[in-house]
C-alpha cells in the first residue's frame, strides 16, 4: 500500500534567474533582537533499508534506475541497481565511494577527497548518509545564525567560505531546502526534500532532489524516489567485493 504523503508547509523562498535561493525579505519579518535559537528533530536509526528510484540529468546521462539501499547508521550505504539481473552494486564508507559494472567487468574507487575535487564542495560520508534521510547534512555550531522568520526558518553555516542556508518549515521543524555556495569557486547546490511520509514515527522526505552547478559547466541533477523505507534493528547484508577479471577503471565525468 502506498503511503499516504504527510502535509508540510513549505513557503520556497524566492529564486533567481540562475535558481539560487533568495530570502523575500519584504515578506518575511526577522526576529534578531536577540541570539535566537530553535530544535531541530533529526531521523534516528539503527540500519535501514530503503526501496528507491534513481533519475540522472547531466549532459551525457538521462536515465532512471531502480536501487536498494542498506544503511548501516554512521557506517556504510550499500547500493545495488538491478534491471532484471544486477547491473551496478556500489560501496560507500567512511573514507571511499567503491563500484562495481557487472556489465563490463570493470570497478571503481575514489576517495572523498578525490570526489569533492571533482564535484568543487566537500563531501563526506556523513553527508551522503544525512541527503537519503533528509537529516541536516553539515553538524551545528554555536556561531552558525539562527532566523525565525514569519514563513519559515534558516539556519546558515559558513564552512571555509562555503554559505549554507538550510530552510525549515514552521510546524514539525523539518528541513526542506538547502542552498550551499562558493562563491570562490563558482559552484553551487541546492536540495530539495518532498512528499514527506510517517515511517516509523518518523517523518522522511520521499523524493530527494539535487542541482549541481559549476562555472563553465553543465547543471546535473539527481533525483532520488523513495517507494519504501525499512527501519530495521535486525542485521542486514552489505555484500561488496570484487571479482576476479574486474578491471580497474577511472570513473568518467558525468
Known sequence: MKKKAIEIVTNEPKTAQND???IDSTSSVSIKEEKVFFDVP???F???KIKSKITLNTEKIKQSIPATIHVKKDSVIWISIAIGLEAARANIDKDS???LDRLNRNYYKMSFTQLSTRLGFDVNYHMLQSLLIGNLPIDKLE???YQILSEYNIITQNRSGVIITNFFEKIKSKLYSISA???TRNTELRIDYKNFINENDQIVPSIINLMISAENQPKA???FEHS???FLDRNIRFPFNIPKGYTKSEIPNF
Open 20 to 22: 539560487s535561493l533568495k
Open 42 to 44: 533529526q531521523v534516528d
Open 46 to 48: 539503527d540500519k535501514l
Open 97 to 99: 565511494i567503491a563500484l
Open 143 to 145: 556561531e552558525d545564525e
Open 181 to 183: 555556495k562558493d562563491n
Open 221 to 223: 541533477t539527481i533525483e
Open 228 to 230: 519504501k523505507l525499512d
